[in-house]
């Protein structure tokens, strides 16, 4: 049995909250579906019918166009030497090479000016403390909580998990 003690009207709002967010994961689920199924009905209609793309109010068509690669071609065309100059677009550094290019660069002054904050990485290095010296104001700490509906328990089997003890009854200033 757990140490946490809780009273019974505490327990009860707690039991209707965690009902309540199982109730409202599965409404999403459900939306989500609702949605895809929808969407895919309309797009039926609209290539059925041979709509054009403004004609229905509120709803427009747009195409997505995905292009097959084979990644290790398209790689070997940006790293040749007659490509490798305009090839920026096509590559992006290993991330576990990102410190060797920045090395390599940092001894370049010319190429210091390409480089712009990672905010993400800057955060972590500030929450892990991982750079001696860095700059940054007082960590702001916001509670999240994650809900996962699949693991919830209410009722009795919430009960079980704390000391439940009567709600305390305020006395009356005589």
């Known amino acids: 049995m757990s140490q946490f003690q809780i009273s019974t009207s505490q327990l009860d709002r707690l039991s209707a909250a965690l009902n309540d967010a199982r109730r409202i994961a599965a409404d999403k689920n459900d939306l989500d579906r609702r949605d895809k199924d929808n969407r895919a009905a309309l797009n039926d209609l609209y290539a059925e019918i041979g709509l054009d793309n403004k004609i229905v109010p509120g709803l427009s068509l747009s195409v997505r166009t995905t292009i097959q690669i084979d990644e290790n071609a398209v790689l070997a065309y940006a790293l040749d030497d007659n490509n490798f100059p305009h090839a920026a677009p096509l590559l992006t550094v290993r991330k576990d090479a990102v410190g060797v290019v ?5 001894n ?10 990672d905010k993400t990485g800057a955060q972590k290095a500030a929450r892990e403390g991982t750079h001696v010296g860095l700059p940054h104001g007082e960590p702001i700490e916001v509670p999240t909580i994650v809900i996962r509906p699949q693991d919830i328990v209410t009722g009795e089997a919430l009960a079980a998990k704390f000391v439940v003890v009567a709600d305390a009854v305020e006395s009356e200033v005589a």
């Open 102 to 106: 920045i090395a390599a660069a940092m």
């Open 108 to 117: 370049d002054d010319r190429l210091k000016g390409v480089f712009e904050l």
